[in-house]
């Protein structure tokens, strides 16, 4: 398993103690908020707003402070409008960086994100300039102890999965986009302990740093997850577990 997938293994679990501390919850308020505007209030028939409420269930999120983000989505409450914007650029050692934002003040999360790249070492780029990098997928983390790899993988594959991935006592399922949903679906009917089920996107090559470009490239991915306007970020780089442990550490 390449750095890189190291790397999300490890958000997964610092993402538990995050939410213990309710610090995820704004970033998934926005998202509620955002694919129930875009997509109505009806999980029925917005997949995307589904996928927001699986993730703030996950988080342990109040059933209230679900159903109050969707009903300010829809207009039923008062509520801030976030724009949907994407950011690109490299950071040390060329790696490259995609950023999803839900903001409220682009001119704001604009200056923020330059000020973060050029204090690491790296810089924004135009549009376009590393998008093509990423693949859009669909990816499904299951954890518990004593998981049957043999079982899961026949169960997502039989469902429609692409690959399936096991690290650390975590199973990590991709689908394609058009799958997503429906591999979900059919893991959730077979009670998975899933803790983590939403569209990612996949580098299709890696950049490997080790050493000073490495930790500083971990800062600066710390530093843009710890934006509250930043909901995604995804970089090619691949470096050494021993290096990722101790910064999760």
């Known amino acids: 398993m390449s750095g890189h997938s190291k ?40 997949p995307r707003l589904r996928t927001a409420v699986d993730a703030a269930r996950a988080a342990n999120m109040p059933k209230d402070n679900i159903d109050k983000a969707i009903k300010k989505g829809t207009g039923e409450l008062p509520g801030v ?27 704001r999360i604009t200056a923020e994100l330059r000020h973060m790249f050029g204090k690491y070492g790296g810089n924004l780029g135009e549009s376009g300039s590393v998008a093509w990098m990423f693949e859009r997928k669909g990816q499904i983390v299951i954890e518990g102890e004593n998981l049957s790899e043999d079982e899961i993988m026949e169960a997502a594959l039989e469902a429609g999965a692409e690959d399936v991935q096991f690290e650390d006592g975590a199973a990590e399922i991709y689908t394609t986009i058009e799958d997503f949903n429906t591999v979900n679906a059919a893991l959730q009917e077979k009670k998975y302990n899933i803790t983590s089920a939403n569209l990612t996107r996949i580098p299709s090559n890696t950049v490997a740093l080790e ?38 550490a």
């Open 7 to 46: 790397w999300s293994t490890i958000k997964h679990k610092k993402a538990k103690l995050d939410a213990a501390r309710g610090k995820v919850f704004t970033k998934i308020i926005r998202e509620l908020t955002t694919a129930a505007r875009i997509g109505g209030g009806d999980i029925g028939s917005n």
């Open 81 to 107: 409008t976030y724009d949907e914007c994407t950011y690109e650029g490299y950071g040390p050692g060329g790696v490259a960086v995609f950023v999803e934002v839900l903001t409220d003040n682009k001119n």
């Open 211 to 248: 050493g000073k470009p490495a930790t500083t490239m971990l800062k600066l991915m710390e530093m843009l997850e710890d934006n509250d306007d930043v909901q995604n970020v995804y970089a090619n780089f691949d470096i050494p577990e021993e290096i990722l442990e101790a910064a999760s």
